[in-house]
């Protein structure tokens, strides 16, 4: 790997087992690969709730960001996959989801609709790319 790009990850225990990086810090900016809803344990949370494998997509973004001493503040840009139909109830129940991880913070966002995820039991995965104060690089 280039030296000016670090990888980070956190502690979980199927990580060494996926082939690409959690996430690449180049400078000031952390690129986070795209997040299932994989637990620590390498378990996928709410089989078939879209809901909580949001949740779960999402709590992962939060622990990746956190070992690069970054928040969910610090998040410029979100693409979003899903695979689910996609209709206003799940759209309100995906806001719902993510205003309790970002509040008002508003990063430039994408949705895409997908007909599959590499793991066919996901339902969402989450992209994102973060920019880190000067002070932190």
């Known amino acids: 790997m280039s030296p000016h790009l670090s990888p980070v990850a956190p502690?979980?225990?199927w990580e060494h087992d996926m082939p690409p990086a959690p996430a690449i810090r180049a400078g000031n900016t952390l690129y986070l690969?795209?997040?299932i809803a994989l637990t620590p344990d390498g378990s996928l949370a709410g089989e078939g709730d879209f809901v909580a494998q949001s949740r779960q997509c999402f709590e992962n973004i939060r622990a990746i960001l956190a070992r690069a001493d970054a928040s969910m503040r610090d998040v410029v840009k979100m693409t979003t996959?899903?695979?689910c139909e996609l209709n206003e109830a799940v759209a309100?129940?995906?806001w719902a989801v993510r205003k309790a991880y970002f509040g008002d913070h508003k990063p430039a966002s994408t949705g895409v609709q997908v007909k599959a995820l590499l793991m066919p039991a996901c339902l969402v995965e989450i992209e994102v790319v973060a920019v880190l104060p000067e002070?932190?690089?």
């Open 81 to 83: 996959y899903f695979t």
């Open 11 to 13: 502690a979980w225990d």
């Open 135 to 137: 002070q932190r690089s």
């Open 92 to 94: 309100a129940e995906y």
């Open 33 to 35: 690969s795209g997040q």
